[in-house]
């Protein structure tokens, strides 16, 4: 990781020093710097519409652009996507300098702009996700790993849904669960596997 991102790092750290307001997730000299702040934004109405803006800065950043999503519990998900669609417009405007700081102030004082405009999207299953503009567009793996499962075809339901939704590949593997063999293919093509964990 360059000095430059180092402190760019040390400097959001110190901005957002309120309860709550920063977190770092990872950070690594591989993958780069995985980070959440937590804002707030003028909404439609002149309310105060909460935010959650996660970043993740790759290791090409500030040549390439950073990973973004957005996330409030007062937005819809289309709302979200076009929210982000439009710091990633921003984002392409400031390559090749330290950027989240000025995206954070931008979306704060755009959301407004950005909730008027008609979403492009009727419905969560039209709304398209846009391309990773992070400069690696390489595999990535994420484990999640669900605890006291009781209603285990509720669960599948579940995640196959949100493997639908934000258009994810992958596998779902029960461990340590006799009799779980049979493979199970979902409706949005994704194969799931159920796996039954080896013995010592």
Not at 34 to 60: K, M, N, S
Not at 63 to 68: A, D, K, N, Q, V
Request: charged share 25%; glycine share 6%; aromatic share 6%.
């Amino acid at each position: 990781m360059v000095e430059e991102v180092r402190q760019e790092l040390s400097a959001l750290a110190a901005i957002f020093c309120g309860p709550n307001e920063w977190e770092m997730l990872s950070c690594s000299e591989t993958d780069g710097a995985v980070f959440r702040i937590h804002t707030t934004a003028e909404g439609l109405v002149g309310e105060d519409v909460p935010l959650e803006l996660a970043f993740h800065l790759p290791v090409g950043y500030p040549l390439c652009l950073p990973g973004i999503s957005v996330t409030s519990e007062h937005l819809t998900r289309a709302q979200c996507v076009t929210a982000k669609e439009k710091l990633l417009g921003e984002a392409r405007k400031l390559v090749s300098e330290p950027m989240v700081h000025e995206l954070v102030l931008w979306i704060q004082q755009n959301l407004r702009l950005v909730l008027s405009q008609p979403e492009t999207a009727s419905s969560h299953e039209k709304c398209t996700l846009p391309e990773s503009a992070t400069g690696d567009d390489g595999p990535w793996m994420t484990l999640l790993r669900l605890d006291h499962m009781r209603a285990r075809t509720k669960y599948v339901k579940a995640v196959e849904k949100w493997a639908s939704e934000l258009r994810l590949t992958g596998r779902l593997m029960f461990m340590g669960v006799p009799d779980s063999s049979e493979n199970l293919q979902s409706r949005c093509g994704l194969k799931w596997k159920e796996m039954q964990r080896e013995n010592d």
